[in-house]
């Protein structure tokens, strides 16, 4: 008896084993059967966002697209990022079910926690008068739950990740890019400051040139630091929309950047303001966001350059390959050296000189630190005169070297063949001065 009884469970068991098996089955081959969703979005021209306590509105614009916003006090629509938008249609239309149900009428939904559910999207198409309803809901299993209004009587169960993946804030899809421009494309860049230094400098065959200031009109700006300027511009972000009116203080804006691509008649602008009663932040304006932003202090601090940091600070020009000697005067020393290939030697000297090269490259890079002077003060001290040969024994080059207590630490003063002084780094001057010091020298 006990034997029957044992065979009959195990049947049972099976049978009921192969039932679910069969019904899962069957489930899993209806989902695979019947698409999520049977409407192409290609033709989709606004999307409802309805989650938690927030609802908004992404609508297309022509090829771009814009969030609509209702704050506290006003209404407000603000660029939206147009690929966020597309992912979000793309991953509705792609997203496959594992398993889907039938008879989703009267209390099915709410088994599924879809009759209030965590996220409603409802799509509206161009041409077309019925939107498209998606709900979404967060099963305790972990399990995502979808119903959609084109197959009203069924349910369809997801993976988890589905409901995180359309469950986004509206800061999620707000384009937050001060600007839009490609870089290479920029050829005109003009700051203003109504307190400060201001210029302006244009792309020519040569590079930048200054228009403004005049007194640096038609002089070269550093290329690598208006390149530099313009990707920081590319990358800069609103700290914050304002989506509630924030009163700047009166006057004109603090500061303005605005930048001009090639064949762009109007540039792409910003404005920033001050803010009564908030030091820490700035107001600003952009033409490329249709709502203000707030930005840190710090950030707007490190876009204010002046026409000094992105001159060309260069004091020469010089062909290394043209020079044949050096003749240096230090401490009342003279030291001749003469290229001997692949090297170079002090004259009468048998061993060749390391770091001459090195150090004809630094002249190269020699930079200003500050503005130029003509006379220099009394605190200055002579320590080095360096002359550059070609093979004929002319001077390519003419310097002189001075110490200065006044200088900020690191700096000396070089005085170049246009009779002005340059502050500048005191490296080179170091470098000579170690491997020529007041020692014993050969003379011309």
Known sequence: MRRILLFAAIVVLAVAAGGAYWYRTVLMEQAAASRWLAHSL???KSVHVQGGDESYNLVRRGRQWEILLAGASWNLAARAVKVKVKDLLAGLAESTPLLSFDGAGGDGLKAYGLDQPGLTIILQFKDEEVPLTVRLA???SGRTYGWNSESPDRVFEFEGSVFDRFAHPSAYFLDTRVFSFEE???????LTQPFGSSWFVEQTGQGFVFTLPGYLKGKSASSSEIKLYIHTLALLRAGKLVLE???PERGMAALTIKVWTKGANDPGQVEFFTIEGDVKHYLGRSTWLTVPFLLDAES???LVKSAFDVQGRNIFTLDIS???A???EHGGRRYVIERDNPGWKVVGG???VPGIDMALWRFTELQFEALPLNNLAATAVKLMDCRLLDGDGKPLKEVTFYADPKLPQGQCWMKNGDGMYYPVSARLLKDLQGMFPAGSANKE
Do not use: C, F, M, T
Request: charge should be negative; hydrophobic fraction near 40%.
């Open 42 to 44: 290609d033709q989709v």
């Open 138 to 140: 967060k099963g305790e």
């Open 184 to 190: 290479e494309k920029v050829d005109r860049v003009q």
């Open 245 to 247: 009116p924030v009163v």
């Open 300 to 302: 707007v601090s490190q």
């Open 322 to 324: 043209q020079i044949s």
């Open 326 to 328: 050096l003749v240096i």
């Open 350 to 352: 048998e061993k060749a």
